[in-house]
T-cell receptor
């Protein structure tokens, strides 16, 4: 009965590869987010979607492409992975845009070799 | 620019004592503030929030204080328990910014039995 679930939990891959992280929420929320947490635990928003529509794109490189097939899912595809992409990526959701609090998944730890 | 910071990166307390975690913010337009707890290997977990029209809000064993004059936020945890050991983040939100949360650096709370 996990509210916000991400897969995979760990992802180890080589530089230059393309990878995807999936996120699903069963809370019935309209809005979903992706955050990046660096090695110093600093959390920064990357994207938000409301009912499949992009709301926030926080100057993230265009190698990162979020995709929302429906309002319960927000996947993150990353092309041409670089060493600096190593981080923990968190998905979150909220009832609607501007609604708080946001509910977070347990993260996907991405390691680039 | 916008920033939310913490005065102390680490805090060590004795079990049963009260803990106070501080946070400074710089955006006077922010009107919503939230505290999250992050345990190792987990995502941020909502603790308590407060809107800018309030200066104090209490939950179970936790209290958030907001001082808009000096742009300061604090989280007080009463009778701290070993299970409270985690990293605590404050975050701020400004209306009409698409729900974007701006996170502080995080304070690691360690509770000694």
């Amino acid at each position: 009965d996990t509210a916000v679930s991400q897969t995979p939990k760990y992802l180890v891959t080589q530089m230059g590869n393309d990878k995807s992280i999936k996120c699903e929420q069963n809370l019935g929320h309209d809005t979903m987010y992706w955050y990046k947490q660096d090695s110093k635990k600093f959390l920064k928003i990357m994207f938000s979607y409301n009912n499949k529509e992009l709301i926030i794109n926080e100057t993230v490189p265009n190698r990162f492409s979020p995709k929302s097939p429906d309002k319960a899912h927000l996947n993150l595809h990353i092309n041409s992975l670089e060493l600096g992409d190593s981080a923990v990526y968190f998905c979150a959701s909220s009832q609607r845009v501007e609604a708080q609090p946001q509910h977070f998944g347990d993260g996907t730890r991405l390691s680039i070799l | 620019g916008e920033s939310v910071g913490l005065h102390l990166p680490t805090l060590s307390v004795q079990e049963g004592d009260n803990s106070i975690i501080n946070c400074a913010y710089s955006n006077s337009a922010s009107d919503y503030f939230i505290w999250y707890k992050q345990e190792s290997g987990k995502g941020p977990q909502f603790i308590i929030d407060i809107r800018s029209n309030m200066d104090k809000r209490q939950g179970q064993r936790v209290t958030v204080l907001l001082n808009k004059t000096v742009k300061h936020l604090s989280l007080q945890i009463a009778a701290t328990q070993p299970g409270d050991s985690a990293v605590y983040f404050c975050a701020e939100n400004q209306r009409n910014q698409g729900g974007k949360l701006i996170f502080g650096q995080g304070t690691e709370l360690s509770v000694k039995p």
